[in-house]
C-alpha cells in the first residue's frame, strides 16, 4: 500500500506539472500570436503593401499603346532633379503660389493623363497621401542668377546593368522611401521608356526584385590554403 501511494503522489504531480504547464504555453501564445483573420487592424509593412495601391491600374498597363510622340526620356527625368534620388523640380508655373497638393496638384498627378497644354503626360505621384506637395518640389528658377559652386552631382545608376547575375531579375538602386509605390514610376503613359516595365500585371515587385543594400563590409575573396604537399 505505501508503495502505491507514492507511486500515486508521483503521478499526481506529475499531471499537475504536465496541467501547469500546458496552460502556461497557450497563455504564451495568446500575447505573442495574432490570427489574421482574428485581427481587426491585420499587421502591415508599408514598404510590402504600397506597392499593391495601384494594382487595379496593372491590367490597363499591359494593354494600353505605347505614344512614341510624348514619352519621357532618361535624360529629362534626371534634368529636373538637382541629382539622382531628389525630388524632382516643378518644371511648369504653378499658378496658386500657396496651393496644395489635393487642391491641384493631384488633379494631374494622382493617376496621370494627358495633358493637352504642355503637350506631355503627367507623371504619376508615388505617395498621394502626402498633400504638401511644395514641401520638397520647388519650381524650377530659370532666369535667376547663381554664383557657381563646386558641388558634385553624383552620376545616376547605369540602366541595364543592376543584375547580380546574368539573366536575374535587376535590383532597385535606389530606397523604398517614398517610393514604395513602384507602378507609378515604371509603368504608364507617363513612365520613363528606359525605365518601363515590360509586366506591370505583375505587381509583387519585390518578390523577385530586392534592393540594392550594403549592410555588411566587402571582404575579399575567401580562398583555401593548399596545406596538402607534393611531396
Known amino acids: 500500500m505505501k508503495r502505491i501511494g507514492i507511486i500515486s503522489l508521483f503521478a499526481l504531480l506529475f499531471a499537475g506539472f504536465l496541467i501547469n504547464w500546458l496552460y502556461s504555453y497557450e497563455k504564451g501564445r495568446e500575447g505573442a500570436y495574432i490570427s489574421i483573420s482574428d485581427a481587426k487592424d491585420p499587421p502591415t509593412i508599408l514598404s510590402e503593401s504600397a506597392v499593391f495601391e495601384r494594382s487595379g491600374f496593372a491590367l490597363e498597363y499591359v494593354d494600353?499603346?505605347?505614344d512614341a510622340q510624348h514619352?519621357?526620356?532618361l535624360d529629362d527625368y534626371y534634368k529636373?532633379?538637382?541629382?539622382?534620388?531628389a525630388p524632382p523640380s516643378i518644371?511648369?508655373?504653378v499658378k496658386e503660389k500657396r496651393s496644395m497638393g489635393g487642391k491641384?496638384?493631384?488633379?494631374?498627378h494622382q493617376n496621370g493623363g494627358f495633358v493637352e497644354k504642355f503637350k506631355a503626360y503627367a507623371p504619376v505621384t508615388p505617395h498621394p497621401a502626402m498633400v504638401n506637395c511644395k514641401q520638397c518640389h520647388v519650381e524650377q528658377q530659370t532666369q535667376a542668377y547663381f554664383i557657381d559652386?563646386?558641388?558634385?552631382?553624383?552620376?545616376a545608376p547605369a540602366v541595364g546593368t543592376n543584375n547580380?547575375?546574368?539573366g536575374s531579375p535587376p535590383v532597385i538602386p535606389h530606397q523604398l522611401q517614398m517610393r514604395e509605390n513602384c507602378l507609378s514610376c515604371h509603368a504608364g503613359p507617363a513612365a520613363v521608356k528606359e525605365l518601363r516595365v515590360t509586366h506591370p500585371e505583375r505587381i509583387n515587385c519585390r518578390q523577385c526584385h530586392v534592393p540594392k543594400e550594403h549592410q555588411f563590409e566587402t571582404v575579399e575573396r575567401f580562398v583555401r590554403a593548399n596545406t596538402m604537399s607534393n611531396d
Open 64 to 66: 494600353m499603346p505605347v
Open 104 to 108: 491641384v496638384c493631384l488633379q494631374c
Open 80 to 85: 529636373n532633379r538637382a541629382y539622382p534620388g
Open 149 to 155: 559652386t563646386d558641388f558634385y552631382k553624383k552620376p
Open 71 to 73: 514619352q519621357r526620356t
Open 164 to 166: 547580380a547575375l546574368p
Open 91 to 93: 518644371p511648369h508655373p
